[in-house]
């Protein structure tokens, strides 16, 4: 069972449109996270929710809307994409406190997203 | 604010050359965790270690080891007898205990450092 997917896996779309991620975790987290990674490999928060209210919120422009409507699901829609918008975006999970033994953050596969 | 510094932005060796990844980190906090991330062309973050900022045991997985010193900010990566498998883009990262009373808060990645072992 996948702990946390995310899909889809890849999305091409045009400059303009509208568009959703969705991303789900089976592992009972509080904490779900979106990260973005550029085209030169950094890797960035964008948003944070911990049972289901939003704790973290980079600097990000506000075309960027997260929404958790439970702790197990954190979907990103981007309304009037850009070509900057280009990138990868993770979704991860943590648990709310450390057990000594687990990972920490685990993290989705990632969703390729590429504007043109 | 909490930053971490992979100096190395890309490293080539020889299989079965040992490397080491340097990471430098700042934080203001005394509870922290220190990952370790390997990202191969597949694009996939895997998870390689997490470390707390008590325990400065130093920690050895088959080929991977791995170096804490409080004293220098440092949790540098060694990998002994690389092989091609191991080129990937590695991810040095600290979280900070979140101000909510969680364990894990933001996560922030160094700039990554890429490795490319050669036959």
């Known amino acids: 069972d996948t702990a946390v997917s995310q899909t889809p896996k890849y999305l091409v779309t045009q400059m303009g449109n509208d568009k959703s991620i969705k991303c789900e975790q089976n592992?009972?987290?509080?904490?779900m996270y979106w990260y973005k990674q550029d085209s030169k490999k950094f890797l960035k928060i964008m948003f944070s929710?911990?049972?289901?209210?939003?704790?973290i919120n980079e600097t990000v422009p506000n075309r960027f809307s997260p929404k958790s409507p439970d702790k197990a699901h954190l979907n990103l829609h981007i309304n009037s994409l850009e070509l900057g918008d280009s990138a990868v975006y993770f979704c991860?999970?943590?648990?709310?406190?450390?057990?000594?033994?687990?990972?920490?953050?685990?993290f989705g596969s990632g969703t390729r997203l590429t504007v043109v | 604010a909490q930053k971490v510094t992979q100096a190395q932005t890309e490293i080539s060796v020889v299989e079965k050359e040992d490397v080491t990844l340097d990471c430098v980190y700042e934080?203001?906090?005394?509870?922290?965790?220190l990952f370790w991330y390997k990202q191969p062309p597949s694009g996939e973050l895997v998870f390689l270690i997490r470390r707390n900022s008590f325990d400065e045991q130093n920690e050895i997985s088959g080929r991977y080891s791995w170096n804490f010193q409080k004293s220098t900010s440092s949790f540098n990566f060694t990998i002994t007898a690389s092989q091609v498998v191991d080129s990937a883009v590695y991810f040095c990262?600290?979280?900070?205990?979140?101000?909510?009373?969680?364990?894990?808060?933001?996560?922030?990645f160094g700039q990554g450092t890429i490795l490319t072992v050669h036959p």
């Open positions: 592992l009972g987290h509080d904490t």
């Open positions: 929710y911990n049972n289901k209210e939003l704790i």
């Open positions: 991860a999970s943590s648990p709310h406190t450390d057990t000594g033994t687990d990972y920490g953050y685990t």
């Open positions: 990262a600290l979280s900070e205990e979140n101000a909510g009373g969680t364990s894990y808060g933001k996560l922030t």
């Open positions: 934080t203001r906090d005394t509870t922290y965790y």
